[in-house]
Nanobody
Framework: QVQLVESGGGLVQAGDSLRLSCAAS????????MGWFRQAPGKEREFVAT????????DYADSVKGRFLISRDNARKLVYLQMNNLNTEDTAVYSC????????????????????WGQGTQVTVSQ
């Protein structure tokens, strides 16, 4: 089973950019659809972005579309979330997640679809 560890979170100002990384170990990374989710204080965990096994198909929540970019490097077992033009509503704990699938083009959008999770990294955006 793949293990996931996020990094790259921090405190930034509105309008800044930040890149999160998620490092995988164990398992065959290219067998997994990867996703990013976030949870703000007092709110439910919400979907942010997903990427298929090969990295050519992605999708995003409407709230981040055009600002965030998900990508992956299967050789290095890494998935990234590039976050641009951050605003205070992006403040949350960001977690990466993995779900194995035989389908190359598959994407997953809900947290219950994913079986492996990282511990999360805090992103705080100040005004």
């Amino acid at each position: 089973q793949v293990q996931l560890v996020e990094s790259g979170g921090g405190l930034v100002q509105a309008g800044d950019s930040l890149r999160l990384s998620c490092a995988a170990s164990g398992g065959t990374f290219s067998d997994y659809v990867m996703g990013w989710f976030r949870q703000a204080p007092g709110k439910e965990r919400e979907f942010v972005a997903t990427i298929n096994r090969g990295g050519r198909t992605t999708d995003y929540a409407d709230s981040v579309k055009g600002r965030f970019l998900i990508s992956r490097d299967n050789a290095r077992k890494l998935v990234y979330l590039q976050m641009n033009n951050l605003n205070t509503e992006d403040t949350a704990v960001y977690s990466c997640a993995a779900r194995g699938t035989a389908y190359v083009r598959k994407l997953y959008y809900t947290s219950s679809d994913y079986v492996r999770w990282g511990q999360g990294t805090q992103v705080t955006v100040s005004q």
